[in-house]
Structures are given as structure tokens and as C-alpha cells.
């Protein structure tokens, strides 16, 4: 598979595709200020040597990185966080402080993860996990500064997606590093209409109003940019961005409603979350091919539809 080459996205941001399950589907970040610099996300352990690479190519040494950011403890996003810190001998890892424990003692975190994927894809996507040693864990709470020298970055409680999530604002950009709290927006999908959103409402601490308020909270920022994990940056009118979330989170749990209880309703939320798909990648010329739609998306759908379920099951009934 051919990754993307590390490239600066924005000044003294440098996009890393972490190679997680494949190309342009989950990215890591390079931030530097004037006296050090930062790594945001992790990809899992596989994706440690091309962060690496990534940072020699910027002409940055190990040492030269200070902290490792993780938005939330979700592998895809934090899996490689103790491989990674072997390797960056001054860095912190910065964590919200719902998840620093999970990543000192990733017991709870693997086999929840294994609960999701399965073992065998488990030990595919995520090998072995190095635990943080906790005397390098800095617990991030809201409103919590970093500063890389004259370029700091702050942290906000994002709750929605996870209750182990924040955000990070990076003011010399007026971006955000979003994690997956503004939803996915895979490059194949752009089209002259600019780029495509879509929710993400992987299992299994979804909270959808919990979802809307942190997408409101960022935009009240005015952003001019987001970092998103999954996948890279998109700019622009981020206002409609995020009026576009908004309604395919309402949709994505209004079909979820509907689907009918029983041992079928697995299948029939992700046929309903499918045809969403379809049909918003249809009205937004995006050029992909039914089937191609489905690839791209394919495990998308399937975390979808596995956490609207769990948080239907959550709910308290009546
Ligand atoms: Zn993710």
C-alpha cells in the first residue's frame, strides 16, 4: 500500500499517515513551535516508525519532541502512545484524565477493544501494547495549555464521541486537532462541493447530544481549519461542516430508532446507515463508485451501527 508522503498542511503542521488498516484512513500530526515540538495521535505501535521518520524528515530529533498528544484512548488513535514515548526520551504524554489510567494499565482497553474487533483482528491491527509509564502521563483537563514556545495549545473536554475525549486548539492556525469529534472526511470523497463529513458514533460511550454540544463548542471558536484523524485537514467554511454533522448525527439516530428491536437490528441499523451513505455521497457528486463507497466506509458502517446499538441499549426505556 502506498502511504501519503509526510507534508506541511499548515503552517508548522505536518500531516503523518499513520498506515492504520490503510492508506489515508487515520493520521497523526506533527506540530512544532519555536523551542519544541509535538506529535498528536499515535496511530497504533505499527505506525511508531513512520512518526519517526516523519519527524527526522522535519529535521527534528527525538529529543526534540516534548509532549505526545492523544484526543482520546480509541487504539487507532492512542495504541502506539507507549511504543512511540520509548523512543522520545523527554516527551509527556498529554491525556484526558478519564483515560491516562487506561493507557498506564491497558488491560480494561484491550480486552474492550478485543470485545469490538475480535482477537485474531485485534493482534492484526494493534499487536502489542506498551503500557505508559505513569510518571510520564500529564491528565489534561479542560481548558489545559501546553506551550510548544509561542505556540500553545489548549485543550477542551469533548465529551460524545467518548467521555475520554478532548480536543486541541491550536490558535496559530485557528485549527482543531478533532479527534473523532468532527465526524470523518476521507479525501476520496471531495468533490467540487469540497469535502465530505460524516459522523462517527464508534461504541461504546456514545452520548449524540453530548456529540452536537462539542461540535457547537468548537465552532463557537470560529475555527478557520479542522485536523481531523480521520482524515486530514479540511478548511473552508467550517460553519457548514458542521451543520452538515449535525444533520447526519440526527440521522444516523433516527435510523437507529426505527430499526426494529430483535436479533436483526444490528443488520438493519448499518442497511439504514448504508443508504444514508449513498445517498448524502450522491447528492455531494462525490466520485466514488456504490462499490468503492463501501470499501472506503466498510468499517465505518460497522462501528457506526454497533454504537448506535449500544446506546440504544443504554437508554433508559419509555
Ligand atoms: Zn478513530
Redesign the pocket.
Known amino acids: 500500500m502506498t502511504l501519503d508522503p509526510p507534508r506541511e498542511i499548515a503552517p508548522g503542521v505536518v500531516l503523518v499517515d499513520t498506515g492504520y488498516v490503510r492508506p489515508r484512513l487515520?493520521a497523526a500530526y506533527l506540530v512544532r513551535g519555536r523551542d519544541s515540538a509535538a506529535v498528536v495521535e499515535t496511530g497504533s505501535s505499527a505506525s511508531v516508525p513512520r512518526i519517526l521518520a516523519a519527524l527526522a524528515a522535519q529535521g527534528l530529533a527525538p529529543g526534540d519532541v516534548s509532549h505526545v498528544v492523544v484526543t482520546h484512548v480509541?487504539l487507532?488513535?492512542a495504541g502506539g502512545a507507549g511504543a512511540l514515548l520509548r523512543e522520545l526520551p523527554r516527551a509527556r504524554l498529554v491525556v484526558h484524565p478519564r483515560g491516562a489510567r487506561h493507557l498506564v494499565d491497558p488491560s480494561k482497553l484491550v480486552a474492550g477493544t478485543i470485545e469490538v474487533y475480535g482477537e485474531e483482528r485485534f493482534r492484526a491491527l494493534y499487536g502489542e501494547l506498551v503500557p505508559v509509564p505513569a510518571g510520564r502521563v500529564v491528565e489534561a483537563p479542560d481548558g489545559f495549555t501546553l506551550d510548544l514556545g509561542g505556540r500553545p495549545l489548549r485543550a477542551l473536554d469533548a465529551p460524545g464521541h467518548a467521555r475520554h475525549h478532548f480536543v486541541l486548539h491550536d490558535a496559530a492556525t485557528r485549527g482543531f486537532f478533532t479527534?473523532?469529534s468532527f465526524g470523518l472526511s476521507y479525501r476520496e470523497t471531495d468533490s467540487a462541493a469540497g469535502p465530505f463529513l460524516f459522523p462517527?458514533t464508534?461504541p461504546v460511550q456514545l452520548d449524540p447530544p453530548a456529540l452536537h454540544a462539542t461540535i457547537d463548542r468548537m465552532l463557537a471558536e470560529r475555527p478557520a481549519r479542522m485536523y481531523l484523524?480521520?482524515y486530514g485537514v479540511v478548511e473552508g467554511d467550517v460553519a457548514a461542516f458542521g451543520a452538515a454533522l449535525h444533520r447526519g448525527l440526527d440521522e444516523h439516530v433516527r435510523r437507529a430508532r426505527a430499526a426494529a428491536a430483535g436479533p436483526g437490528r444490528h443488520e438493519a441499523i448499518r442497511a439504514g446507515l448504508e443508504a444514508q451513505l449513498l445517498g448524502d455521497l450522491a447528492r455531494h457528486g462525490a466520485p466514488l463508485s456504490r462499490e468503492e463507497a463501501l470499501r472506503v466506509f466498510a468499517g465505518d458502517l460497522e462501528l457506526n451501527a454497533q454504537g448506535l446499538g449500544v446506546w440504544l441499549d443504554s437508554r433508559p426505556r419509555g
Do not use: L, N, Y
Open positions: 487515520a480509541h487507532d488513535h479527534g473523532d462517527t464508534t484523524t480521520h
